[in-house]
């Protein structure tokens, strides 16, 4: 309930094209915004909730850290949420599930605001090899609107190779900048609270990824048709924002 009326009201929320989402296996893959703070994930997986009642549910892979946060944990275990692993994400898939992943994860979620309108999943390429092994279909979520609450100068993954960040905490950024109430963001647990703004969610047609799924080529080619499709409805959705409207 919480969640839909944050969804309607404050971020004034649409989800567009879950009727595009196949019934039975299928992997989702979305672009990722505002670590830690995620409110694209959870206004897509209340909408999709909403929308299936639960016949079809979507289990997403998270940052074993979101489960230790107090509230949080909870209500991401509540969304279906489960430690992120390839095997994990396996099992639900050749049970006919279907899964939600980030490859971005908080590389691309704490990217700079001056990139808040680019897919960037680092060339992580993990997520197109595990729909070829489990034989699903690749279903894009796209979002635009959800890095506007804050302001990051940077995701300061120098810092966070100095601080040995990815080895003990398995953290690649130290994102720096602004936000509200505290004024600054520093590190990647930093909490703040997103500004209202307009969030966008689209869902993509499935992409069925072909090839083998040990050639290089082939992973890369499916991986560049599906970041290529998403960047595309990005700059589109991101038009769409009252941000963009007020300069035109």
């Not at 959800?146 to 905490?169: E, M, N, P, Q, V």
């Not at 909490?191 to 992973?219: H, Q, W």
Request: with cysteine.
């Amino acid at each position: 309930m919480t969640v839909g009326l944050l969804a309607k009201h404050y971020f004034r929320g649409e989800v567009r094209g879950l009727d595009r989402i196949p019934s039975g296996g299928a992997l989702l893959v979305g672009n990722h915004s505002g670590n830690p703070v995620i409110p694209d994930t959870f206004m897509f997986a209340h909408a999709y909730l909403h929308k299936n009642e639960n016949d079809e549910p979507v289990s997403g892979l998270v940052h074993n850290f979101a489960f230790e946060v107090p509230v949080v944990g909870n209500f991401v275990r509540r969304l279906g949420g489960v430690p992120a692993s390839h095997e994990n994400a396996m099992n639900v898939l050749s049970g006919g599930g279907k899964v939600l992943v980030y490859p971005g994860g908080g590389w691309e979620s704490c990217r700079p605001s001056s990139d808040r309108d680019k897919i960037d999943f680092h060339d992580r390429t993990g997520f197109v090899r595990l729909a070829l092994r489990a034989k699903v279909p690749i279903v894009p979520v796209v979002t635009a609107g959800s890095h506007d609450g804050f302001y990051l100068l940077t995701r300061g993954d120098r810092i966070a190779s100095a601080l040995g960040l990815k080895k003990y905490l398995r953290m690649d950024v130290f994102p720096i900048g602004f936000s509200f109430p505290t004024g600054v963001v520093i590190g990647p647990m930093w909490p703040f609270i997103p500004l209202p703004r307009k969030i966008l969610v689209e869902c993509l047609a499935p992409y069925v990824p072909i090839g083998d799924v040990n050639s290089v080529d082939d992973v890369r080619s499916n991986y560049l048709g599906i970041t290529g499709a998403m960047q595309d409805a990005l700059t589109k959705l991101a038009a769409d924002l009252p941000r963009s409207r007020r300069h035109t």
